[in-house]
């Protein structure tokens, strides 16, 4: 059994035991209230695309992971929502032969992280390789139309932590430094026998290097106002 395989049946324990807002993140992408098909690249197990229906039934909605047993969870959470598609794909390959107004990724391959300053972020990625990010952001722009909107997540820089989720197991996490990013060593355990561990590499983009490399497979970065602020849990990109 893969690492991902063993995560997916603790992946929604973990992810609502005040993991994620998850009605915080679906409201900030149905804001956009004139878009018609939406793709979320990396949909897990279906927790965001739960909601993401409620709000916009009339919505055509697709989801990507490349991980089988998550996109089984998903299809069973979304078995009564014959309008959202889920499909087994890697970002770096990808081919739906279908584009969409709007993608987004929270949590998944892609997200910025707060830098110390507060003032800028930097990019995390869940793919190693430069040239599999470049290669993946060009697939991804495939699926999009000139002015549709790309949202990427903004969630807290990773930490050391342990803490206890919803049934009483205990979650923890350790961040060691790597060439180029790090290393997240993540664990559940019941009453101190470990039942999950896994163990991922990340990349880091400095902030500038993150709007080079979307801004190279054109993608520009909608930059906020002096007198508004960043939204909290996205930044926003438009397809050139």
Not at 193 to 214: I, N
Request: charged letters at 20%; proline letters at 5%.
């Amino acid at each position: 059994m893969s690492d991902y395989t063993c995560m997916s049946a603790y992946y929604d324990l973990i992810m609502t035991s005040g993991y994620y807002d998850y009605a915080a993140v679906t409201s900030q992408i149905t804001r956009f209230d004139q878009v018609t098909s939406i793709l979320e690249v990396g949909a897990g197990t279906g927790l965001i695309l739960e909601q993401l229906v409620a709000q916009r039934p009339e919505a055509k909605i697709a989801g990507i992971d490349l991980t089988a047993a998550m996109l089984e969870i998903a299809a069973e959470r979304l078995a009564r929502h014959p309008q959202i598609s889920l499909h087994q794909q890697d970002v770096i390959t990808l081919d739906l032969d279908q584009q969409y107004d709007l993608a987004f990724s929270y949590g998944g391959v892609w997200y910025f992280v707060p830098d110390p300053s507060g003032e800028t972020f930097s990019m995390i990625s869940h793919i190693r390789a430069e040239p599999d990010n470049q290669t993946g952001f060009e697939r991804l722009a495939a699926h999009l139309p000139s002015g549709a909107t790309l949202l990427l997540g903004v969630q807290a820089p990773h930490a050391d932590y342990a803490r206890a989720v919803s049934n009483g197991m205990q979650y923890a996490q350790t961040i060691a430094p790597i060439t180029d990013g790090f290393r997240k060593h993540y664990s559940l355990s019941d009453q101190g026998r470990v039942v999950m561990e896994q163990t991922t590499d990340y990349r880091v983009y400095a902030f500038d290097e993150a709007l080079a490399l979307l801004d190279k497979v054109g993608f520009d970065y909608c930059r906020p106002s002096p007198d508004q602020p960043a939204p909290a849990l996205f930044l926003e990109f438009t397809k050139r």
